[in-house]
């Protein structure tokens, strides 16, 4: 597909699926057309109106979008939510260093995980896709690695007993991961523990907000098309029509339709959904205008990075050596998908 937009046969518009087409290299190539000025000219829609404006705009301009989001975080205890609305990975290591015999970390983790949670979020901001390069040898990327080694390992603890967000009340489990497509999450977590329960995003190496906006149908305009206004057109026909009959669609980025959404949510057959309120969606609404990113990242970049980290967890190499190649690979893989 990139090939033929290069050659100028491209569609119109692209849907980028997070799991099979990442829009980073597309959208650093300036192959994706920046909506920023059809929204400003159109009288019946204003940034204020697009929930996840700010992350939206990661990249610098509007080159994705879509009718639903969800938030990307870690569920927790209230109390933890007060001690870290963000943290560093230093913090996370103390905490878990502090953890009793009986207290998981996270439900779940790894070393890969590790890395593919934290480092995927710091790699996107230093692959440089219009020069074809990387540079891994950071003291923030080192900080990861070695971070990915000392945490530990978590299955979660199984309990049949005890769901994940009770084990999190009683203080047995400290983080869980959560996509938050709707408020109905918020309230199946609560009623499964009899409370609403705190969210966080991932440790990050300065601190800041580790959540990121998870676009449920992100739409990309192609930067050749022939028709921009007519490609926002349908854009916009989706952001006002999104469809809501299902949780998992998400929560409408298009904020007038809020309250329309918490009535579809309150009329689906499960025994939580009596129990979502208004609260549950502004949750989602702050948690979203407080991300700066998305959750996209180059799959095949960080499967080389994977690759390379099974060595260094199997001690085969040691660190200098796992950064090495990392680098090398990637810049390799780089140059390869700039030609």
């Not at 995927?120 to 896709?129: A, K, P, S």
């Not at 208004?278 to 609404?285: E, G, K, P, R, Y």
């Not at 390379?308 to 040691?318: A, H, K, P, Q, R």
Request: glycine share 8%; net charge negative; hydrophobic share 35%.
């Amino acid at each position: 597909m990139r090939t033929k937009m290069l050659a100028g046969d491209s569609a119109d518009i692209y849907y980028f699926r997070s799991d099979i087409l990442s829009p980073i290299p597309w959208i650093s190539a300036g192959l994706l057309y920046d909506l920023d000025p059809l929204i400003a000219s159109d009288s019946e829609i204003s940034k204020e109106d697009i929930i996840p404006w700010t992350a939206m705009h990661e990249y610098g301009g509007l080159y994705l979008l879509s009718p639903t989001f969800g938030v990307v975080a870690l569920s927790c205890s209230q109390q933890t939510q007060k001690l870290h609305t963000g943290w560093t990975i230093a913090e996370y290591l103390d905490i878990e260093k502090s953890l009793r015999p009986e207290q998981d970390m996270i439900y779940y983790m790894d070393p890969e995980n590790f890395l593919k949670r934290i480092g995927g979020r710091y790699l996107r901001g230093v692959i440089d896709y219009e020069h074809a390069q990387c540079n891994l040898d950071t003291p923030e990327f080192r900080e990861i690695l070695q971070s990915a080694l000392k945490a530990g390992s978590y299955d979660g603890g199984y309990n049949p007993d005890k769901n994940v967000p009770q084990r999190i009340i009683d203080g047995e489990l400290i983080c869980c991961y959560v996509g938050l497509s709707s408020a109905l999450e918020i309230s199946f977590d609560r009623y499964r523990c009899g409370q609403t329960l705190g969210y966080v995003g991932w440790p990050t190496p300065d601190g800041s907000n580790g959540m990121d906006v998870r676009l449920m149908m992100p739409l990309g305009v192609s930067a050749t098309t022939s028709c921009p206004e007519g490609c926002w057109e349908f854009l916009k026909y989706l952001l006002l029509h999104p469809w809501m009959e299902y949780s998992a669609d998400g929560t409408p980025v298009y904020a007038p339709l809020l309250q329309d959404n918490l009535d579809v949510l309150k009329n689906i057959d499960v025994p939580y959904a009596e129990i979502t309120t208004f609260d549950d969606v502004q949750l989602i609404v702050d948690m979203a205008e407080a991300c700066g990113t998305m959750d996209f990242y180059d799959e095949a970049a960080m499967s080389i990075l994977l690759e390379e980290m099974g060595d260094l967890v199997s001690g085969n190499i040691d660190l200098d050596t796992a950064v090495e190649r990392m680098q090398s690979r990637l810049n390799l893989y780089l140059m390869e998908r700039s030609r």
